[in-house]
């Protein structure tokens, strides 16, 4: 069963980090690309970065420079770290095995003006 666990959201001000972690199952972590998707509030859901196994990397253009994502193979683990977030930031961040439709369960990220 393919399991996949997000925290790290919260509260934040414009300007400010968070760094978001997805815990997902071995089977799937140790052979796929993992991404990370956002959704904002009547907006639809949009892919914000992907990582493969060997570290490779994609960002959307609006994210470029401001975040990072990464993986720990050893904790199957994957992270997203946010740096100078803005308020157009604010989404529910998921957690994904890409470009499969395996998704978790979501974590809220609100950047406050």
């Given at each position: 069963?393919?399991q996949?666990?997000?925290?790290?959201?919260?509260?934040?001000?414009?300007?400010?980090?968070?760094r978001?972690?997805?815990?997902?199952?071995?089977?799937?972590?140790?052979i796929?690309t993992?991404a990370?998707?956002?959704?904002?509030?009547?907006?639809?859901?949009?892919?914000?970065?992907?990582?493969t196994?060997?570290?490779?990397?994609?960002?959307?253009?609006?994210?470029?420079?401001?975040?990072?994502?990464?993986?720990?193979?050893?904790?199957?683990?994957?992270?997203?770290?946010m740096?100078?977030l803005?308020?157009?930031?604010?989404?529910?961040?998921?957690?994904?095995v890409?470009?499969?439709d395996?998704?978790?369960?979501?974590?809220?990220?609100?950047?406050?003006?």
């Amino acid at each position: 069963q393919v399991q996949l666990v997000e925290s790290g959201g919260g509260l934040v001000e414009a300007g400010g980090s968070l760094r978001l972690s997805c815990a997902a199952s071995k089977i799937v972590f140790s052979i796929n690309t993992m991404a990370w998707y956002r959704q904002a509030p009547g907006k639809q859901r949009e892919l914000v970065t992907t990582i493969t196994r060997d570290g490779r990397t994609t960002y959307a253009d609006s994210v470029k420079g401001r975040f990072t994502i990464s993986r720990d193979n050893a904790k199957n683990t994957v992270y997203l770290q946010m740096n100078s977030l803005k308020p157009e930031d604010t989404a529910v961040y998921y957690c994904n095995v890409f470009p499969y439709d395996y998704w978790g369960q979501g974590t809220q990220v609100t950047v406050s003006s």
